[in-house]
C-alpha cells in the first residue's frame, strides 16, 4: 500500500509544550501534505510539502521531509487547547492523481 | 472563503437501496474526489475525477458506485444498492489544478446503512 502511516497513534500534551507526528510512506512521491480534523467534520489542508524540500514552516507548524527514508514529520510549537484534532498524512504519487491518506494521529492538548 | 459544500449531513438507508451523496465543488476547481472513512479508520482514496471522467478509482470503487456531473456545479456519488459495510462517512473534495495542489474537503455526509 502506498499509503502514510501516521505515530502516534494518540498523542496528549499540556497546552504550551509540543506536539510532534511522524508519517512513513512506501513508494516514490511528488509531495507530502498534512491535514487536520476535528472530531465529525471535513480535513483540512495544513501544509504542502514537495519531495525536492526538506523543511517547511507555517505558523506554530514545521514539516520536514526525508525522501530517503520516506517518512516526514510535522512539529507544532507551542500547542493550544484548540490544537486539539487528528492529524493525517497524504501523500500523492508521482503515478496518478490521487492522494492516499495514513490512520492519523489523535492529538489532545489538555489546558 | 469558498468552500465545498455536502448534502445531506446524514442519510440513513436500508441495505440494497441506492442512495445518492451530493456535493458542490470550490467553483474554479477541476479536479473533484471522494474520499470515505469508516469510524475511526483511515481516510480512503475512492476515486477521482477531472474533465468529466474518472480520471483513477480505487479497488473499493466497484460496480456499485458511480460518479457523475451533472451540470457545472454539482458532483454526485451514487451506491446502487448499499450494503451495511458502507456505512461511514463520505467526503468530496477538490483542487484547483490536482497535482501538487490542497485538497479541500466537505464537512462529509454520515452514511448509515440498516
Known amino acids: 500500500s502506498q499509503q502514510g502511516e501516521e505515530d502516534p497513534q494518540a498523542l496528549s500534551i499540556q497546552e504550551g509544550e509540543n506536539a510532534t507526528m511522524n508519517c512513513s510512506y512506501k513508494?516514490?512521491?511528488?509531495?507530502l501534505q498534512w491535514y487536520r480534523q476535528n472530531s465529525g467534520r471535513g480535513l483540512v489542508h495544513l501544509i504542502l510539502?514537495?519531495?525536492?524540500?526538506r523543511e517547511k514552516h507555517s505558523g506554530r507548524l514545521r514539516v520536514t521531509l526525508d525522501t530517503s527514508k520516506k517518512s516526514s514529520s510535522l512539529l507544532i510549537t507551542a500547542s493550544r487547547a484548540a490544537d486539539t484534532a487528528s492529524y493525517f498524512c497524504?501523500?500523492?504519487?508521482?503515478?496518478?492523481?490521487?492522494?492516499?491518506f495514513g490512520t492519523g494521529t489523535s492529538l489532545t492538548v489538555i489546558p | 472563503e469558498p468552500e465545498v459544500t455536502q448534502t445531506p449531513s446524514h442519510q440513513v438507508t436500508q441495505m440494497g437501496q441506492e442512495v445518492i451523496l451530493r456535493c458542490v465543488p470550490i467553483?474554479?476547481?477541476?479536479?473533484f474526489y471522494w474520499y470515505r472513512q469508516i469510524l475511526g479508520q483511515k481516510v480512503e482514496f475512492l476515486v477521482s475525477?477531472?474533465?468529466?471522467?474518472?480520471?483513477?478509482k480505487s479497488e473499493i470503487f466497484d460496480d456499485q458506485f458511480s460518479v457523475e456531473r451533472p451540470d457545472g456545479s454539482n458532483f454526485t456519488l451514487k451506491i446502487r444498492s448499499t450494503k451495511l459495510e458502507d456505512s461511514a462517512m463520505y467526503f468530496c473534495?477538490?483542487?484547483?489544478?490536482?497535482?501538487?495542489?490542497?485538497?479541500?474537503f466537505g464537512n462529509g455526509t454520515r452514511l448509515t446503512v440498516t
Open positions: 473534495a477538490s483542487s484547483e489544478w490536482g497535482e501538487r495542489s490542497p485538497l479541500h
Open positions: 513508494t516514490s512521491i511528488n509531495n
Open positions: 475525477f477531472y474533465n468529466n471522467e474518472i480520471s483513477e
Open positions: 497524504a501523500t500523492e504519487t508521482n503515478t496518478g492523481n490521487q492522494f492516499y
Open positions: 467553483s474554479n476547481h477541476l479536479y
Open positions: 510539502i514537495r519531495s525536492n524540500e
